[in-house]
């Protein structure tokens, strides 16, 4: 059974800083790429990052530089670093194989204010 189990949501000034953590089983979690995904109200879910089985990253446009995206595989754990948020970050953010199982978690609140 896949289970995702986002966490590391909060309240954040714009300029802060969050790191997300997403804790997973039921996947061969060291040879799948995984992702954060984000929802943002009125919108479609999209992807945020993706790290491969041989970490080669890669990001969307609008968080380039200020988001990273590492795992351990030890712990079969995907994290989300982010940096320097602006209030266009606010979303709920999931974690999920890129590209994604129809299974989601629950997600985490990112609320970011100006």
């Known amino acids: 059974q896949v289970r995702l189990v986002e966490s590391g949501g909060g309240l954040v000034q714009a300029g802060g800083s969050l790191r997300l953590s997403c804790a997973t089983s039921g996947i061969i979690f060291n040879i799948l790429t995984m992702g954060w995904y984000r929802q943002a109200p009125g919108k479609q879910r999209e992807l945020v990052a993706h790290i491969t089985s041989l970490d080669i990253t890669n990001y969307r446009d609008s968080v380039k530089g200020r988001f990273t995206i590492s795992r351990d595989n030890a712990k079969k754990t995907v994290y989300l670093q982010m940096n320097s948020l602006k209030p266009e970050d606010t979303a709920v953010y999931y974690c999920?194989?890129?590209?994604?199982?129809?299974?989601w978690g629950q997600g985490t609140q990112v609320t970011v204010s100006s």
């Open positions: 999920n194989v890129a590209p994604s199982l129809p299974q």
